[in-house]
Structures are given as C-alpha cells and as structure tokens.
Nanobody
C-alpha cells in the first residue's frame, strides 16, 4: 500500500523559506510522477510543481516559478519542495501526490487526472 507522509510545514514571515518533505513508501512501480499541490483558503486545489522519476523533467506553476524548487532523493524515497521568497498568498495546505507513470501518457496527464495517491498534507502559513 502506497503511503505518502508530508512534513516541514509551519508558520514563517513573508520573504522567508521553508522546505517541505514527502516520504514515500509501499510502491512497486519503477517509473512514477510526483508532485506538490496546494489548497489555499477558499480556493480549489492546484498543482504547484511536478517531477518525473528520472528527475529530468520538472514543471512549476507560474505563481511559484523562480521561488520554489522540486527535487527528490531516490535512495531515500523522499520528495522535497524548497520554497523561497514566500508570500502571504502561498498560505495553504500542501499535499504530496504520486502516480504510476505507466498508467498515463505523461506526468502532465497524470497531474490533470488527479494522480493516484495522496498524502494528508502539511500546513504552510505565511504572515505579512
């Protein structure tokens, strides 16, 4: 059974940084897509960043481009999201998600289709 456990959320002032982690376990597929999503207060869930299992392809939402960086440690089965220059509008519950890439045409499609597995989220609060 796939499990995703996020950590690293917290409260920081605008301009600060946080690094989120997502520990993944229980999956058996070789190629996968992993992503970070967030749900801001009163808003729908949105994709923030995505990476494929080889690490060669990354995608970022326009709103975080240049400030957030997604990476992974394959040996540790851990996904990271380095968030810099944080803004109050980055306040949200952040979720890690994973998809079996073989089930989709691409990781982009996997993201559009809602991925396969989700963590419970970690809360990020940015004060002005």
């Amino acid at each position: 059974q796939v499990q995703l456990v996020e950590s690293g959320g917290g409260s920081v002032q605008a301009g600060g940084s946080l690094r989120l982690s997502c520990a993944a376990s229980g999956y058996t597929y070789v190629r996968y897509c992993m992503g970070w999503f967030r749900q801001r207060p009163g808003k729908e869930r949105e994709g923030v960043a995505r990476i494929d299992s080889g690490g060669g392809s990354r995608w970022y939402a326009d709103s975080v481009k240049g400030r957030f960086f997604i990476s992974q440690d394959s040996a540790e089965n851990t996904l990271y999201l380095q968030m810099n220059s944080l803004k109050p509008e980055d306040t949200a519950m952040y979720y890690c998600a994973q998809a079996d890439e073989s089930r989709y045409y691409s990781c982009s499609q996997a993201m559009d289709y809602g991925m396969d597995y989700w963590g419970k989220g970690t809360l990020v609060t940015i004060s002005s």
